[in-house]
């Protein structure tokens, strides 16, 4: 940690505490065993319950952006079983906002997993068919103009809060690894995550840069590929740059792998459930369907074929999402089943 100007601007942004830091790290003895490598996990999904997971750390500065606007409405976005979505209205109840969220759907959902707590939370609900050709951001808009016009102060937070502002809570994140790694007297030779609307893996990118540590930053697509990632995260590390008055990254030096996305977002390959179910018999830990299950078990194959043989000790980054077994319910029986 060398760069006390950043982290001092860091210290000075509008920031509400919501997420339950630091989250443990510690070493996975099983799994190691198995690849013959050092692989830790931090543990993100204990955030919180209801507000659980990676977004919890960006909603902390996106949300006291929105109150220092004076905002009384956050609207997002997100899938149908949006973990950022669930996150946004349980903290816009906790915090005094009403919560408006777009859900995009195919067909017409069932109220379960993220879905039905966000009913819980009393969020107000539209539900957007993207294949109409209405985007998710275009309803956004849409709907807080409609609140202006009703004499509301609406605040929109992006898919994922994966903005500028957003970024700090994993930037902020990467201030607590460090300092976990001194605690523990350990250091990781490479942090791996899920990328899905690219936030997470921008914070790391950038706090890993900014603060000097060297550490490899991988990113593994769950969704769209490497070069819709690279352009979407060097937006987003340039926007936080531009926020703490720094020059934009001329590098953008990111490692994104392919290949585990599978079928497709959010749609669930057997081989995949039963890679959930291996780690959750062998250390205890329930991944998620969506994510990290896909993240984890690209790393997983990427350590036995080599990929990290450079690395002595990898983190990956457990950024929540267990809700979403629960719509997969079905599938997950039969896959257990053998069927
Ligand atoms: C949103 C999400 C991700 C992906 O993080 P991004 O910052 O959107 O790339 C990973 N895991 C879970 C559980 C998520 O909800």
Same mark, same amino acid.
């Not at 993100?44 to 990676?54: H, P």
């Given at each position: 940690m060398n760069n006390p100007a950043i982290e001092q601007k860091l210290d000075r942004m509008d920031r509400i505490p919501l997420a339950n830091l630091p989250t443990p790290v510690y070493r996975l003895g099983n799994i190691s065993k198995e690849l013959g490598r050092e692989i830790w996990i931090k543990r993100?999904?204990?955030?919180?319950?209801?507000?659980?997971?990676?977004k919890v750390r960006k909603l902390e500065f996106s949300i006291a952006q929105a109150k220092k606007e004076g905002a009384d409405i956050l609207i997002t976005a997100g899938g149908i079983q949006s973990n950022h979505a669930r996150a946004t209205a349980a903290a816009a109840a906790r915090l005094g906002f009403e919560s408006h969220l777009v859900l995009s759907v195919s067909s017409a959902p069932k109220a379960e997993g993220n879905y039905l707590i966000d009913q819980l939370l009393g969020a107000r609900i539209t539900l957007l068919d993207e294949s109409e050709g209405v985007t998710l951001s275009a309803k956004m808009e849409e709907i807080a103009l409609g609140y202006r016009e009703a004499g509301r102060k609406p605040y929109i937070i992006p898919v994922g809060a994966s903005n500028g502002i957003g970024n700090f809570g994993y930037l902020n994140a990467v201030r607590e690894i460090a300092r976990q790694e001194e605690e523990l007297g350990v250091t990781f030779d490479a942090i791996v995550c899920a990328a899905g609307s690219g936030g997470t893996y921008s914070g790391l990118y950038l706090g890993n840069r900014l603060f000097g540590l060297g550490r490899r930053i991988v990113g593994i697509t769950v969704c769209d590929n490497k070069e819709y990632f690279q352009k979407v995260c060097g937006t987003i590390v340039d926007q936080t740059l531009s926020l703490l008055g720094e020059a934009p990254? =001329?590098?953008?030096?990111f490692t994104f792998i392919d290949g585990y996305k599978g079928l497709g977002y959010a749609i669930s390959k057997p081989d995949e459930l039963s890679f959930i179910a291996h780690v959750a018999k062998t250390e205890g830990i329930i991944l998620d369907p969506v994510y990290t299950g896909k993240a984890f078990y690209g790393l997983y194959r990427e350590t036995a074929k080599g990929?990290?043989?450079?690395? =002595?000790r990898i983190l990956f980054i457990?950024?929540?999402?267990?809700?979403?077994?629960f719509p997969k319910q079905d599938q997950i029986s039969e896959v257990l089943a053998g069927v």
């Open positions: 993100d999904d204990f955030t919180g319950a209801e507000m659980s997971g990676n990254d =001329e590098e953008k030096a990929t990290f043989d450079s690395c =002595e457990h950024t929540g999402g267990q809700y979403g077994l």
